[in-house]
């Protein structure tokens, strides 16, 4: 999340108004309006990717993908994000348009450009801290990062026992997501990326 340099102070009704205004998409967290970068092509298309692998699958369910410009809700006009891709699967996501607040599956891509703009640490911090509150939600099942400049997919999966357990694939795997009962070649999810060669 890249904070706006006037820190941005508004109502979420204000904030509603604003942004659909706006080129650029908004987080809100508690009255602050806070821009989120602008991606790169390759995160893009493993955003689109992702997308089309799961839309294809639920297509005949009862669950319904969405891609970045629909906002998931944290808490009711206290605070939104905006995640890459997200499932829903629950029937009370169908009685508002502009959220997401039943959730089973969160997916974040994470691309150099984004990173860019802090520290290693201070990302590290901010992975941390979306993810402790995504964990509010009761519905969400499975959290997944990935990667863009290496192909390596990181999963935070909720276990019987409600304890989140974390698993990491690399690019000759295949990911079984459990929320959406679906397994999923890593590859596909990386296809027309071409990644830098290193240690050549």
Not at 133 to 150: A, G, I
């Amino acid at each position: 999340m890249v904070a706006l340099p006037d820190r941005l102070i508004m109502t979420y009704e204000e904030y509603l108004a604003w942004e659909s205004t706006q080129e650029m998409r908004h987080e809100f967290w508690d009255g602050e309006v806070i821009a989120i970068a602008g991606g790169t092509r390759d995160h893009n298309r493993v955003s689109v990717n992702f997308l089309k692998v799961l839309d294809n699958a639920l297509a005949d369910l009862s669950c319904e993908v969405y891609i970045a410009g629909v906002k998931v809700q944290i808490q009711p006009k206290r605070k939104y994000f905006y995640p890459d891709v997200v499932v829903t699967c629950d029937e009370r996501d169908r009685n508002d348009a502009l959220v997401v607040a039943y959730p089973c599956l969160i997916i974040e891509v994470l691309s150099p450009s984004t990173e860019a703009f802090e520290s290693l640490s201070e990302t590290l911090r901010e992975r941390g801290f979306k993810f402790s509150q995504y964990r509010k939600f009761e519905t969400l099942q499975e959290y997944v990062l990935v990667q863009v400049d290496q192909p390596i997919v990181e999963v935070f999966q909720r276990n019987d026992q409600r304890q989140w357990v974390f698993f990491e694939y690399g690019l000759s795997d295949h990911l079984f997501l459990k929320s959406v009962n679906l397994e999923i070649a890593i590859s596909d999810l990386y296809r027309q990326i071409q990644f830098e060669q290193k240690n050549e």
